[in-house]
């Protein structure tokens, strides 16, 4: 009877250990997945920057360009 209770007891930490693992393994996964998409936005912030400053570019050449004929 002993044994019974003994590896019930087991048993049952066993589940609690394995709940707390996956709820932390949950929780850094949203920390990369929120990482992510943080870099992502950077990355789209730096492209949209970048077209900008190239079309402005663009416009400055095509501008002097027509001055100058």
Do not use: G, P
């Amino acid at each position: 009877m002993v044994i019974m209770w003994v590896l019930l007891v087991v048993a049952l930490a066993f589940v609690i250990l394995l709940r707390l693992y996956v709820m932390r393994m949950r929780k850094f996964e949203r920390i990369v997945a929120e990482r992510r998409a943080e870099a992502a936005r950077l990355a789209a912030a730096r492209a949209a920057r970048d077209a900008a400053a190239r079309r402005a570019r663009e416009l400055e050449e095509a501008e002097e360009r027509s001055s100058t004929e």
